[in-house]
């Protein structure tokens, strides 16, 4: 997809005023938030697996050229065949050059970010290959022309009604008179036009939610059995992926697997976790005849040993984005990029520079959720602030930010000065406040109050609270001393 | 330099850089050959009886459903009455595995058996599953002859049987299964962990079963 970061704010804007959209952003909370919250206290042991899952991918990341290595050792052996893919071109090359010897006019996917990210379903179109979506909201936003909102629920941004008018457009083959008035009849629908769409394909191309240094065995976690249709029916069965996707052993799957449904959707375990190795063995009556792995770096091996590198434990479970007030308000489309909220608002510079992609980590209030429910304890908010830094240094950061920032600086360089013009600000705008404590309007502040009433100062500063409560703490241990 | 060649060295810059490479070797060979075990929750370390109703209560949370049979000859039977109960065809699509084929099938004249991989035309398949998973209501299935991948996700019912002594409590366990019958760092082609009957909430997050996989997935637990 075209990156459109830069135009951010724009975007937000519109999303917010778009009633459809709204709309559809309520099922966000509604579907995620209390089910992952009620799974995770339903493990005793969550907390101490989260810490478990992030020193394990510490410690891969920290060995991964090794394991990199033994990874492919044990693929070739169980008669799989690596391809290394420095780049997003690179990685879409040998797919089209794979489909080619396979002699395919259509490809099935299975639901896959990273296809996304190397926009392999525009490249093989161009090359007169026609891929075809099968996980339901992959297959719906496919048919719509647009990329998902949203990492584990691509079509969160869109309303039955929406996906009804798209099937009516799209499946003329169907009775007009049927009823699709209930999300179970658009299912059946969408189950009954890919089911034949299964056989068609002689390539199916999934991703990959890990792939074991141990056993050279890719998995993939879906709900819908899509992916195992695609991977298993399939002549030639490609799994892309990232080269931070490898973890040493099964045990080590164990440990976060039971991490992703839960943070993900709330399920104790999500209803297909597949493993697969290898191609069809001698004897075998079904599976795919060759089995290979498009492994891509695409920046990742860059991020190694700079202050991005954790982000590399990402598991892609989409908690971040759930259970941020920016996102739940603007959608998945507003940040311009593939990777949607908070973990995209670190990835995408990482991948494409900060120049074009700086207002995405600009679009966090810092208020620290995305960190709380990261089942990977990936410092999120501390790496949006590092590249609002490399913003700032590298002068992108648009004027009036900088002279604000430097006014506000000269201020509080000097806390004589600066508290004397808070003792001369503070009561006046409470004053202006009236009686609702409230603005509706205020010069210079028109991108906040479009959107919503600014609060007017009241009561005591931060700084006076500050100094009342260490005179409180000062009196009492005075009085135990005594 | 091959693409290859490019990101290992570029991974290696970092990683190699001021430490010592035989002790991350050393570190890497050794986590592979010991597979250290983690954190297993506590929630399935139980004693048998216990540890069954756990397994049942977890796939009914998930919308199995479960029956349970004395012995293996009673299988047939049971398949019977499920396929009644749902108004289906009294024919089924079944492996090689030898567990199943030695259930004597044919005390039910009229079930109609066709063996080996699905075809997509099967309303219902049977499979035997390697092991269950209590602490998540799970089947583990293996694929190969006995039991093809295909049935596991193409009919629209799936019955699956397991014996009540391969309900194991964690999901490490099924790796110890799968290392006595293949070896250390060897898999089966497929092993698929199936919870539930397909499902999908990708229409406004609303839940419903039935999505490309079965919409069924009923269990016969084996009590011998």
Known sequence: MQLTSDRFKQQAQKALVDAQLQRALLNVEKGFIGKRQMAADALPEFEALRDNARDIKNHTLAHLDLYLEAYEKKVTEAGGIVHWAENAEDARRIVLDICRKAGTKTVNKGKSMITEEIDLNDYLAANGITPVETDLGEYIIQLRGEHPSHIIAPAVHLNKEQVEGDFRRVHTHLAEARDLSEPAALLSEAREVLRKQYFEAKVGITGANFLIAETGSSVIVTNEGNGDLTQTLADVHVVVASIEKMVPTLEDTAQILRLLARSATGQDMSCYTTYSTGPRREGDPDGPKEYHVVLLDNGRSSMLGTEY?????????????????????????????????????????????????????????????????????????????????????????????????????????????????????????????????????????????????????????????????????????????? | MSARDSILTKIRQVNVAGSDDTARKQAVAARLSDSPRGIVPARGQLPDSERRALFEAMAQKFAATISSVADYSDIPRAVSGYLREHNLPADIRIGDDERLAKAGWDKERTLEIRHGASDGGDMTAVSHALAGIAETGTVALASGTDNPTTLNFLPEHHIVVLKASDIDGDLESIWDRLREKFGKGQMPRALNLVTGPSRSGDIEQKILLGAHGPRALHLIIVDE
Not at chain 1, 309 to 324: D, F, K, S, V
Not at chain 1, 403 to 412: I, N, Q, R, T
């Open chain 1, 309 to 482: 590198q954790e982000m590399l434990r990402c598991i892609r479970c989409g908690a971040c984005m759930n259970h941020c007030p920016v996102y739940q308000s603007v959608g998945g489309h507003a940040y311009g990029s593939v990777y949607p909220g908070p973990m995209g608002a670190v990835l995408t510079p990482s991948l494409n520079g900060i120049e074009k992609t700086g207002q995405l980590p600009n679009a966090s209030t810092f208020c620290g959720r995305c960190e709380a429910v990261c089942p990977m304890r990936i410092p999120l908010p501390k790496m949006m602030r590092h590249w609002r830094e490399r913003e700032f240094e590298k002068h992108l950061t648009p004027a009036t930010a900088r002279y604000g920032l430097k006014l506000w600086a000269f201020f509080a360089k000097r806390p004589k000065l600066y508290r004397l013009a808070v003792s001369f600000g503070i009561p006046a705008l409470s004053a202006l406040g009236g009686t609702k404590h409230r603005f509706r309007a205020l010069p210079f502040a028109g991108g906040w109050t479009r959107h919503r009433d600014l609060p007017a100062p009241e009561g005591r500063t931060f700084q006076q609270q500050w100094q009342q409560r260490e005179a409180l703490k000062q009196n009492v241990d005075q009085k135990r001393a005594a």
